[in-house]
Structures are given as C-alpha cells and as structure tokens.
C-alpha cells in the first residue's frame, strides 16, 4: 500500500512540474507575442503616421459614400472628419472637371481595376485643389469590390506653375501674332494690291500671297509710268520676319532706284540691286541677304518686254504655248549682277505672264503628301489658260487649297497673272 502512495505522490509532483513548465514557456510566449503586437502597432503607427504626412488617403463603399478621411484629406479640403464620413466623395468636386473623367474612373474601379490620373477638388471655402489620384477597389472572394481605396498627393503648385506658364505663353504668343500682323501691314502697304484696282497700272493683273506666316519672304513690286511698266516678283532667303525685313529692304532699294534715279533697264537695276544688296550690312551676316527673282519691263505702247532673272521662275504663255523664261543660276546679293543680261520679248495681245515662287510646286499634298511638282505645276498652268484671267486667281487659290488639304504649308507661295490688252 505504501508502493502505491509513493508512486501516485511522484506522478502528482511529475504533472505539476510539466504544469510549471508549460506555464513558464506560456507565460514567456505570451510576453513574446504582445511585445511583437506592441511593436507592429508601433510600426502601424509610424507608417501611418508618415502616410499622413504625405497622402490624402481615403476610403469610400461601393456607392462612393466616404467611409474614412485621413488627417491629411481633412487638412487639405478643410473639412472635419465628420463632415466627410458619410458624405458622398463628390463633396470635394470642383465645378471644373468634366464628368466624362469620373466616368472613366468608375467604369475602371468597378471593373476591379486601378485608375490613377489628375483631378482638380474644391475646398470647403471654394478654393481649388489639384491632386495626383489612385484609386483601387478592394475585393471580396469572389473577386466583386466591396470597397474603394484612394490615395492622393497634392500637386496644387505644379498645376498652377503650369496654369501661370500657359497664360505667359498665350501673352507672348499674342504679342508675336500682333507685331507679326503689324509687320505684314507695313510690308502689304510696300507692295501693290493684290488685285487691280488702280488706274495706275493699266494692265490687268491678279496677285495670290499666302505667307507661311504673317509676314511673307515672297514680295513683288509694280510701278507703271510714261507707257512702261515695271514688275519685280522676289522670293528672299527665310521665312517670317528674316523673309520679310529683307523684301523690306529690297523694295526700298527699288523704289529709290526707279523712281528717285529713273533707272528702268532691268539690266542695270539688277547690278546694282546685287550690289547693294551684297553690301547692305557693314559686319558679315552669318546668313547671305540673297533673293531670288525677275525683273520686267514692258513697252505697253509697242508691245515689246525685257526681262532678267536671276533664278527667278516665270512662264510666257502665247497662242496655248508655254515657254520657260530662262534665268541665271545665282541670286540678287551674290555680286555676281555684272554677268546678267536681259532677255528680249515680243508680245501679242491677249499674252500672259506668269512668274511664281517654288513654294507653288513645292508644296506637298494630295493622298500621299508628296509635292505637287514643276511638270503636274506647268500642266495645270497650261489648262488654266482657258479661264479669263480675273477667274484665275480664285480657281488657283481652291486648287492649291484641295491638293493640300490637312498637309502643313511648306514655304511662302506667289503667284502673279499679267495679260496683255
């Protein structure tokens, strides 16, 4: 009886040191396991805390109704957490943004995808707010959302820089549109009309300018007096302002020469327009002052005309003939004047001239953008003859319009009609 006193003593005192045991490494695991919940619920903190920080964060159901705002969501839109939780998300839409984009967003999200993009908010006071938006859904088992996620950061001083940047831009680029307007009007009052309707050119003409931009490097002169008449069509070196300070320059030389010095030989106007023009500046121009042109002068009386071209284009038409006036392979402003002669003509009434620039067949258009070209250019020129020359114009300005079509104009274009009576 004794044995079996002693054996269920020693398995008592056997279990309650396993008890003891098992109580101690609880008692240590359990310290281990708050001591790691402190420390995640210290880090859940800091991180949120810096989340705060940085992002407006909130969260909406699946009908957008705010479910939770963050410090940061309240400190931006100025609103209290309670005046948020519960309130739609649209309480912080600005006016501004067009419901296509929220469209866009809540056809994504419900799809159970992320949409990111920029959104403009409206505070509580009325002031805007520009943000950088993701947002996300959370989804069930089934892969169905059952709550929305957004995180955003404020990007308010950017847009407005941007804002700020756009309306400067449109300043200057008003500015520009205005003194390139008013260049063009100081440079339009140099030349003549585009179209006859002055006695002081007897001869019926048409004139078509389209510049590239506003001011044009394409320019042309006529000035009749004592039964001649003087034509200048000119294309200068650049575009715009370069193109049109040049053709500024160079009709002013013309006027002074024909009708200040008398001179109306195009052979000696073309010396001496090279030469000034080649030692216009005193300092050298990284660019050459250099225009490409024809000079004409007609006997209205007898009928007979002189040309000189120094790489000018121009075409005679007679009787449904075209022919190519020949030109000299170097410009106006190479010094080069002295070797240009002038040419002969005798004309019949009823003949026209024709000079243009190479931005006429140089022009690209049609299905494939390609250029017009100088031979589809001389084809057309030549069908045009069965017009009247007051309807030229109109019938070359709505072809030119339709082989362009959405293609980019490539250069200035001018063209100049003359016809003999």
């Known amino acids: 009886m004794s044995n079996q006193n002693d054996m269920n003593t020693s398995n008592l005192q056997g279990l309650l040191q396993a008890l003891a045991h098992n109580l101690a ?225 160079f009709l002013q030389e013309l006027r002074h020469l024909v009708q200040e010095k008398g001179l109306w030989s195009p052979e000696i106007l073309a010396e001496e327009l090279d030469t000034r023009l080649g030692q216009l500046f005193r300092r050298h121009l990284p660019v050459s002052l250099t225009v490409d042109g024809t000079l004409l002068m007609i006997d209205l009386r007898r009928r007979k005309a002189s040309y000189l071209s120094l790489r000018g284009r121009g075409v005679w038409a007679q009787g449904g003939t075209l022919t190519r006036l020949d030109a000299f392979p170097f410009s106006f402003g190479e010094l080069l004047g002295k070797a240009a002669t002038e040419t002969s003509l005798e004309l019949e009434p009823g003949d026209r001239l024709y000079f243009y620039t190479d931005g006429v067949y140089d022009q690209e258009g049609g299905p494939h953008g390609k250029k017009w070209g100088n031979k589809a250019w001389m084809e057309y020129l030549r069908d045009l003859q069965n017009l009247p020359l007051p309807a030229q114009k109109k019938t070359l300005l709505q072809t030119l319009q339709s082989w362009q079509g959405p293609h980019a104009q490539n250069d200035d274009i001018l063209i100049i009609g003359i016809e003999i009576p």
């Open 25 to 249: 490494e609880y008692e240590t695991s359990h310290l281990s396991l708050q001591e790691r919940l402190q420390s995640l619920e210290r880090e859940l903190h800091d991180r949120q805390a810096i989340i705060d920080r940085f992002a407006i964060v909130s969260e909406t159901d699946t009908r957008g109704v705010i479910t939770y705002a963050n410090s940061k969501f309240c400190e931006v839109s100025r609103y209290s957490v309670e005046e948020l939780v519960g309130k739609p998300h649209n309480i912080v839409r600005h006016p501004d943004m067009p419901k296509e984009a929220f469209k866009n967003l809540w056809d994504t999200i419900k799809a159970g995808k992320i949409w990111q993009g920029e959104v403009k908010n409206r505070r509580k006071d009325g002031s805007h707010y520009w943000v950088l938006a993701t947002v996300g859904p959370l989804l069930d088992a089934d892969g169905h959302p059952y709550r929305y996620v957004s995180m955003r950061v404020e990007i308010t001083r950017q847009k407005d820089l941007e804002e700020q940047l756009r309306q400067e831009r449109d300043l200057l680029a008003e500015e520009i549109r205005q003194n390139l307007m008013l260049a063009a009007s100081l440079q339009q009052a140099l030349m003549p009309p585009l179209e006859k309707e002055t006695p002081a050119i007897s001869l019926p003409y048409f004139a078509l300018l389209r510049p590239l931009q506003e001011v044009s490097g394409d320019f042309f002169w006529m000035h009749e007096d004592k039964g001649r008449l003087l034509l200048f069509v000119g294309d200068s070196v650049g575009h715009g302002v370069v193109g049109g300070l040049i053709s500024t320059l």
